[in-house]
């Protein structure tokens, strides 16, 4: 007897629903591609606490005639594609037929709608994914679709749904790109009753792009390679943030959600922007459909090209080439952070230092930004560096050894040389500052809470909506960090206090790092953050490359770095300390 039975419909569309429909704003990015779809002009997005009550999606496009209707909701049912060559030349957002039934399995839905040039319209309910009612229905030509109560009948999904702020904003995220994708059409969205964002149809991307993203500094770039097209709206390095929350990409006018695409933005800034910082703003990249495979991802966030190499060069050298005219940046390839302590000090005599290689990225020839400067994670000496070489363990140990160093002078603004009874030390003056900050920071958050300066003037900040919910959400715990926010708007906070300990640094940097962080690691416990944070503190408000420093704050650094907890917190992070042994030295001048 066999035990393979076929899945009921209704089952195997929930199935299906657990990859397509992760939270409420899925279910709005479907009903507006679907609306798109169907050349709606205008399109209404309407949400109940944060939708997991109620998305309403409503449109004035096509509409179905009553068979349509009954189909759509069924499995495999679409009007978009019907060979898979279609496929290499799509022209919807749509094409698996599989949305409609499996919001419906997971949900009460009630779809109206009324085709042009039909007198009556009808109405479908169907709840929980079982038969379909039906009835007569008046209304303008359009479709409306309603999805009441999502995973009322999966109550381990509806487990996974964050609070309503956090599931609103990703609902505000999706009408964005939305919006982003579709210049040409209106898009309303409300929130519990209340509209929350208007995009009014307008002529261009570029205008769409500055109504949407805030427009500070915005600066348009088009380019071409082959028959690769770009065209991005982007913002000056300056307001750059620690993940890509701030970057929209468009492939196609599909948006999408990729690393990839998002590190080749960054790298277009060269070496100004450090590894793990992207640009705020908006590209969107069109190239023929046949190169690009949409359907790659349950949810079409991602994409994958037939040569990726080819589309993140063109991206990285033509942005770049409009980028550096309207920021001034230096050349692609001039990194500041590789190289250094190579023309620093020369190569042989770092191979050999001891037998201990701890110069960071010397012996290697640094081929990315991110790697070459481990940003954030290097930052802190919290994580590994991918590819660096491992500290020497031993110099850790000895008890008292920065003290114990007679400073000689600063080099290239950026390397404290120093004496020691053993060798010549060669210090990463950057490096040293941000590990005694993190340190420090570290310390009093873990005693009574970073102490906190009031600023006289509230700095605003613009950030995205999901940010100023985290933001919110988190204010308590922010507060412990020394950092007081109120947010003003669904998309700006007013910073009220920074960390006493970083005086000198931007508030509204701190808040965007702050922001970014909280974000990257958002639905994690809060807790998990904190040393991160820190340690993004840490690394913006030290003592930087290229920062001139005195014999009385290099021996202050010195000798603060004897109080820090290398040992316990740093075995594999970035090094800050080379040495030179002079038995070494000897050796190589033939002593
Ligand atoms: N707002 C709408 N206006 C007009 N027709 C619609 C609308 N929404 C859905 N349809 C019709 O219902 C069909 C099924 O929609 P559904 O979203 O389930 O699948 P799809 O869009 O074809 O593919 P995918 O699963 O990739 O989204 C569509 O192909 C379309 O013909
Ligand atoms: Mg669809």
């Known amino acids: ?26 279910i709005v990015k479907e009903l507006v591609e679907n609306a798109l779809d169907a050349n709606a002009t205008r399109v209404t997005v309407d949400v109940d606490n944060g939708g997991t009550t109620l998305v309403r999606v409503s449109d004035d496009g096509d509409g179905m005639p009553p068979e349509d209707a009954l189909l759509a909701l069924e499995r495999h049912a679409t009007s978009k594609i019907a060979r898979i060559d279609d496929l290499l030349a799509l022209g919807t957002f749509g094409f698996r037929g599989e949305a409609l039934p499996s919001i419906a399995s997971v949900s009460r839905l009630l779809l109206r709608t009324r085709a042009r040039g039909s007198a009556e319209g ?17 209304g303008a030509v359009g479709t409306t679709i309603e999805v009441r109560d999502l995973f009322y009948n999966v109550p381990a999904r509806r487990k996974f749904l964050k ?38 149809r307008t002529g261009s991307r570029a205008e769409r792009a500055a109504g949407a993203v805030s427009s500070e500094g915005l600066v348009s770039c088009r380019a071409s390679r082959g028959d690769i097209v770009i065209e991005a709206m982007l913002a000056p390095p300056e307001r750059a943030r620690a993940g890509a929350t701030g970057l ?20 277009a800034y060269g070496s100004v922007l450090e590894g793990g910082r992207y640009p705020v703003g908006v590209v969107w990249l069109d ?47 001039a990194n500041p952070y590789a190289g ?22 010397a012996e290697r020839e640094p081929p990315s930004r991110s790697e070459a400067h481990p940003g954030l994670f290097g930052a802190a000496s919290l994580f590994a560096t991918p590819g660096a070489p491992a ?76 940010e100023v919910v985290l933001l919110e959400e988190h204010a308590e715990e922010i507060g412990r960090l020394g950092v007081e926010v109120r947010a003003i708007s669904d998309a700006s906070v007013a910073v009220h206090g920074v960390p006493d300990l970083l005086l000198r640094q931007d508030p509204s940097r701190i808040v965007r790092d702050l922001a970014a962080e909280l974000s990257r690691t958002a639905g994690r416990p809060f807790k998990g953050a904190v040393d991160l944070v820190l340690a993004t503190m840490a690394c913006h408000g030290s003592v930087r490359a290229g920062d001139a420093l005195g014999r009385e704050e290099a021996e202050a650094l010195l000798r603060a770095l004897d109080r820090v907890d290398f040992a316990g917190h740093c075995p594999h992070g970035r090094p800050l300390i080379m040495r030179l042994a002079f038995s070494e030295l000897e050796r190589r001048v033939g002593r």
Request: charged share 20%.
């Open 163 to 200: 609070a309503t702020g956090t599931e609103s904003a990703h609902v505000g995220d999706v009408v964005l790109g939305a919006a982003l994708a579709r210049p040409d059409v209106t898009f309303v969205l409300t929130r519990d009753g209340r509209v929350v964002r208007e995009y009014l």
């Open 287 to 333: 190239v023929p459909p046949g190169v690009v495979d949409v359907n790659v991802h349950p949810q079409k966030a991602e994409v994958r090209f037939a040569d990726g190499r080819a589309v993140f060069d063109a991206i990285t050298r033509e942005l770049h080439a409009g980028l550096a005219r309207a920021f001034g940046l230096p050349a692609l390839g």
């Open 248 to 267: 929209s990409i468009l492939v196609n006018g599909r948006p999408v959600k990729d690393r990839f695409l998002a590190r080749a933005v960054a790298q």
């Open 1 to 26: 007897m066999g035990r393979i039975r076929r899945l009921p419909d209704d089952l195997a569309n929930q199935i299906a629903a657990g990859e397509v429909v992760e939270r409420p704003s899925s």
């Open 122 to 138: 009808i109405s479908v309910f169907v709840d929980g994914g079982g038969a379909a009612r039906t009835e007569p229905a008046g």
């Open 391 to 466: 500290p020497d363990l031993a110099l850790f140990a000895t008890e008292g050894l920065y003290g114990s160093l007679r400073f000689v002078g600063q080099i290239k603004g950026t390397y404290l040389v120093c004496e020691g009874t053993d060798g010549l030390y060669v210090l990463d003056q950057h490096a040293a500052a941000e590990r005694v900050t993190f340190d420090r920071l570290r310390l009093a958050h873990a005693e009574r809470g970073v102490g906190m300066q009031r600023l006289l003037v509230p700095a605003i900040v613009e950030l995205s909506a999901s």
């Open 340 to 361: 250094h302590l190579r023309n620093a000090l020369s190569a042989g005599a770092l191979a050999t230092s001891g037998g201990a290689p701890f110069a960071p990225g």
